[in-house]
């Protein structure tokens, strides 16, 4: 009998006692235990049963559920022995971050007091009887939501304590999601602060420590060792390039086409590889996002569930904002190119803004980007001539369909705001209408230009960054009817972009940018000529002929910028 299809179950006693469908990452539990790492991290993308499985963890270990042979029985880590007699025997703390998605620090710092004072007020009974002092009883009646820096930093390894004390063995501490909150604090501004009192938190909980047996960490990113982990003891780290339990997270392609089968959809298959299929974890290939395939198994359609369930503000943030290269490079991701860079998965936040390389690791731990191959050797090498270490080169592409949708989606939303003022343009453009197109962009620019520029004080490459973004826009919305093209040189002193229509009774378009530059033009109307010049000194139009394309058919348009003010000269090749 099939099992129903459940969504979002992340509690592993619920999913079991539910019968409903789960599939068995039991030998996580066996792995982890067996590698004997005294804090492991592991990075995965979001709703890859992270969450599920810590859960897992705690049912299977916690003294709170000894006895449950109900919730493992027939699972494989029930078939040993040993690991029988395991289940249930240790003190475990068990909390999660995901919740912390906080706009400003001091509510970021009062919700995480709360959820630490909410791990005491479960264990209140170690007040009863001797096992405390008065002076330790004193301080676990201070650990309340109003507790200080000094108390909140120390709650975790006094806890321990205590309960090792208690129950005559050294605890197991489980974290969920932890990263969650330094997201937040990256994108609201507030990263500082929040560092510098989770450092003392991690310290205390994880280094200095003489109460734990072992600790298991999950998040998105992988943040860096100088950032909060300064203090460690070398915790072991698993990212997405790593290969340790490489299956224990996601779905194998073996696991989903079984429940394909199952679920009489085995037709269906290379649909749901073209859209699900893609995430690598080490030297595993073939990765799913579990999200995606349950609820296609229960609603047998098409959708872009994992990308729709959450927030990608993170993903926007880095690309909207950054600069020329990125920009360029997402262009190339989203018609289905590649990017060849090296990577530096200990992400920095507070550098995020000048680090490409961070940005892509980023995008890659979130699930956004999978590797594709390797450029020379996909592992660290010793370069003898140079007497250096030389860093893999990896080729990265979008994950999957599913992914691409979402990223149009977010380009296409970077100009909502501006009404229909963008749309308009568009239509503008493809009309031939000069007089509306300079109307439009106008407005356009005057309302996104922020979006792309969001510091302080006007950034001297924000004219740059809303250009980039503008030509993603473009990508994204002529796709259908025009195959677009980029042919640029560094520097910002020109950017062509040509429009190549798939259907051969619309025009072919040439756009050509170009800054105002007061030493060399003594205004807007020179700079526009002076792009202008550019596509008939570079003769782009004859690679439209080569193709076919009649001259007649070809329209040019140089556009000049200054600050938010846009004007754009139209020339059409028959005339030049």
């Not at 429940?259 to 290379?270: M, N, P, T, V």
């Not at 699900?276 to 030297?283: E, I, K, V």
């Not at 993603?472 to 560094?490: M, Q």
Request: one cysteine or more.
């Amino acid at each position: 009998m099939k099992k129903t299809i459940g969504i979002g179950y992340q509690d592993f006693e619920k999913i079991r006692q539910s019968n409903a469908f789960y599939v068995d990452k039991t030998g996580f539990i066996k792995e982890w235990w067996e590698n004997q790492d005294e804090v492991t991290l592991i990075t995965r993308p979001r709703r890859f049963g992270k969450t599920l499985n810590m859960s897992m963890v705690e049912k299977f270990f916690s003294l709170d559920h000894a006895g449950r042979s109900d919730l493992f029985r027939g699972l494989s880590i029930w078939k040993e022995e040993k690991y029988r007699r395991l289940q249930g025997t240790y003190p475990v703390i068990s909390l999660s971050f995901a919740q912390l998605k906080e706009t400003d620090y001091q509510t970021a710092r009062r919700k995480l007091c709360e959820l630490l004072a909410s791990e005491y007020a479960k264990r209140e009974f170690l007040l009863e009887g001797t096992c405390l002092t008065e002076s330790e009883k004193n301080t676990f009646r201070r650990k309340t939501i109003d507790m200080d820096d000094v108390d909140a930093a120390l709650a975790l390894n006094q806890l321990s304590g205590y309960l090792s004390r208690y129950y005559g063995k050294k605890v197991l501490i489980l974290l969920d999601e932890y990263d969650t909150p330094m997201q937040e604090a990256y994108i609201n501004g507030y990263w500082e602060d929040l560092i510098r009192f989770t450092r003392n938190f991690f310290n205390s909980t994880f280094k200095t420590n003489p109460h734990l047996d072992r600790a298991l960490m999950t998040g998105i990113t992988r943040v860096s060792q100088e950032s909060i982990f300064s203090d460690f003891n070398n915790p072991k780290v698993v990212t997405t390039t790593s290969r340790e339990y490489a299956d224990a997270f996601g779905f194998s392609e073996t696991e989903v086409f079984s429940a394909l089968d199952e679920y009489g959809l085995s037709e269906k298959k290379e649909e749901v590889k073209t859209w699900y299929d893609g995430f690598t974890f080490g030297d595993q290939q073939d990765i799913y996002n579990p999200w995606s395939i349950v609820n296609y198994l229960r609603e047998k359609r098409i959708g872009t569930y994992w990308a729709n369930t959450s927030s990608n503000s993170l993903a926007a943030k880095l690309i909207r904002e950054g600069n020329k290269d990125i920009k360029q490079a997402f262009e190339g991701l989203l018609q289905g190119g590649s990017i060849n860079t090296e990577l530096d998965e200990q992400i920095v936040y507070d550098q995020l803004d000048g680090d490409e390389q961070a940005v892509w690791s980023l995008l890659l731990a979130g699930g956004y980007l999978k590797v594709a191959g390797f450029k020379g050797k996909n592992e660290m090498a010793y370069d003898w001539e140079k007497n250096v270490f030389v860093k893999p080169v990896y080729k990265l592409t979008l994950t999957n369909l599913e992914v691409r949708q979402m990223f149009q989606s977010m380009v296409k939303g970077w100009f909502r705001e501006t009404g229909s003022d963008y749309n308009q343009f568009v239509a503008a453009l493809l009309a031939g209408d000069e007089e509306s197109m300079n109307a439009y962009i106008n407005e356009v620019a005057q309302k996104a230009f922020s979006q792309f520029d969001t510091g302080i004080k006007p950034s001297k490459s924000a004219p740059e960054r809303f250009y980039h973004g503008f030509v993603l826009g473009l990508i994204v919305d002529l796709a259908p009817r025009y195959t677009l093209t980029s042919n640029r040189e560094s520097g910002f002193g020109r950017y062509d972009v040509m429009l190549e229509p798939k259907n051969e009774q619309e025009d072919a378009i040439i756009l050509e940018f170009k800054v105002f530059h007061p030493p060399k033009e003594k205004n807007l109307q020179e700079t526009a000529k002076a792009a202008l010049a550019q596509i008939e000194k570079k003769q782009y139009a004859a690679a439209l002929m080569a193709k076919g394309i009649p001259r007649e058919k070809i329209r040019c348009y140089g556009f000049a910028f200054e600050g938010k003010t846009v004007l754009i000269l139209g020339s059409h090749t028959k005339e030049q």
